[in-house]
């Protein structure tokens, strides 16, 4: 069992910087795949982005040039470092873990979620 404690959130002005942190433990696992999802109340849960345990990072266009993920494997933290929040940035943002004791046995795992409020 993995759980993600999910940390960095809250209020911030437009144009402003956040940066959010994700912590994974638990025993008997790999993490494959740690990512960043968010969701707006009423809707579909988004990608933002993703990395792999070798590094490889994917960025959703609508986040492109603004945010930045990265991973600390010896600490199996993922980090998302946002800037130049805009109001339509507020939304819950959560964690996710691709893993499990092996590939064949991987699954999905979520934090609680962290909420990022752009206002002035």
């Known amino acids: 069992q993995v759980q993600l404690v999910e940390s960095g959130g809250g209020l911030v002005q437009p144009g402003g910087s956040l940066r959010l942190s994700c912590a994974a433990s638990g025993s008997g696992f790999r993490i494959f795949v740690m990512g960043w999802y968010r969701q707006a109340l009423g809707r579909e849960r988004e990608l933002v982005a993703t990395v792999t345990n070798a590094g490889t990072t994917s960025v959703a266009d609508s986040v492109k040039g603004r945010f930045t993920i990265s991973r600390d494997n010896a600490k199996n933290t993922v980090y998302l470092q946002m800037n130049s929040l805009k109001p339509e940035d507020t939304v819950v943002y959560y964690c996710?873990?691709?893993?499990?004791?092996?590939?064949?046995?991987?699954?999905?795992?979520w934090g609680q979620g962290t909420q990022v409020t752009v206002s002035s």
């Open positions: 996710n873990a691709d893993a499990g004791p092996w590939i064949g046995a991987r699954r999905d795992y």
